[in-house]
């Protein structure tokens, strides 16, 4: 089992963005420090929701003050971005630090950020798909054409190739069913999310389906990783745990819902009737509901090894996604469930999964 964390940017408590720039960059850059295996910044924009806007950027800084640690993207959101400009910022940062770059990519999710940089959110599974195809050809080809609805380019050399071979490992963000088998299809890493409505307790069927489209494609399941972001906070007693997570928690499940659905009328999202049913749905989630899910884990060391060890069991996660930065949690809060991760947790569950392979694709 490998262990990451994922990081929002997010800013409840009205602390300057100075101020939350430099404990994300503590966090993340101590992060190694802690023995954790990979990090993750997410691309958002125009929200307190979070406003990590350019993971590349945020990334390029951390590579300098870190040695060994992966550094992953959760995710870029390909259809708000030049697919040919991601190519080239992540190849130079995989140079950079050494190759030590996981692009995760998505087709991204909120209203308002479409409608910030123009762009038509019903198209956005097919300007991912142009995205990936060219991200692919732009890394892997001395010169390439592309003839798509969105991207057209002739005789294109796009400068520098990444250090890892053929590229660096791809993941992709997978939200509803189809996008289970369709990352299959693409041959990338799975990044599933109980945050967002992947449920641990059925969803090895939703698995099983990607590894299955794996196979349809001539590929080996066991040479690829599945990924499972999961709000995580260890204290010394459960008491302690919720008292200081589950206000936190809470927080990002209102406020995501506040982002989830345009304005009714906006032709951006086809299916209205859903989107606001999801935000009503989250806007009167309660806490035990969140737990039941396998969305959080939070307790004693004791209570979340072994609960790490239930998910795996469950779907077979093999790279866990711990989100524990999260509605304005107290800094030195955040690196005291860290270092339990890391002395307590990690240690139990490390074993879980060992016959996977070591690096994915």
Not at 281 to 287: D, I, M, R, S, V
């Amino acid at each position: 089992m490998k262990f990451g964390q994922l990081h929002l940017f997010e800013n409840p408590m009205g602390r300057s963005e100075k101020q939350i720039v430099d404990e994300q960059f503590d966090i993340m850059a101590r992060a190694e420090e802690f023995g954790f295996d990979s990090i993750w910044p997410a691309e958002h924009h125009f929200s307190e929701y979070g406003y990590c806007a350019s993971p590349a950027v945020t990334l390029a800084a951390l590579a300098s003050r870190t040695q060994n640690i992966r550094l992953g993207t959760g995710i870029v959101v390909l259809p708000l971005n030049h697919p040919v400009r991601v190519a080239e910022d992540f190849a130079i940062l995989d140079l950079l630090s050494g190759g030590r770059v996981d692009l995760g990519v998505g087709r991204g999710y909120q209203p308002h950020e479409f409608a910030g940089y123009g762009v038509d959110q019903t198209r956005s599974r097919d300007i991912f798909h142009e995205s990936v195809e060219i991200i692919q050809k732009a890394w892997t080809n001395e010169k390439f054409d592309y003839d798509g609805e969105f991207y057209k380019f002739q005789n294109l050399s796009v400068r520098p190739k990444p250090l890892q071979q053929p590229h660096p490992p791809i993941w992709m963000a997978s939200l509803s069913p189809t996008t289970f088998q369709l990352c299959g299809q693409y041959g990338f890493n799975l990044m599933c999310a109980p945050v967002f409505g992947f449920d641990v307790n059925q969803g090895a069927a939703q698995i099983e389906e990607y590894r299955q489209a794996l196979r349809e494609h001539d590929r080996d399941p066991d040479d690829y990783e599945v990924a499972g972001l999961i709000m995580t906070y260890v204290a010394e007693t459960k008491e302690q745990a919720l008292a200081d997570f589950q206000d936190a928690v809470m927080w990002y499940f209102h406020t995501f819902a506040k982002y989830i659905a345009p304005p009714k009328g906006q032709p951006a999202i086809k299916s209205y009737e859903m989107y606001t049913a999801a935000r009503d749905w989250l806007q009167t989630l309660e806490w035990d509901a969140v737990v039941e899910s396998g969305a959080v884990v939070c307790g004693t060391p004791d209570e979340v090894a072994d609960r790490i060890a239930e998910i795996h069991e469950l779907c077979g996660i093999t790279h866990y996604l711990a989100w524990t930065r999260i509605g304005g949690l107290a800094h030195k809060k955040v690196l005291r469930s860290m270092e339990l991760m890391r002395d307590k947790v990690m240690p139990q569950v490390r074993h879980l999964g060992e016959g996977a392979a070591a690096v994915a694709r």
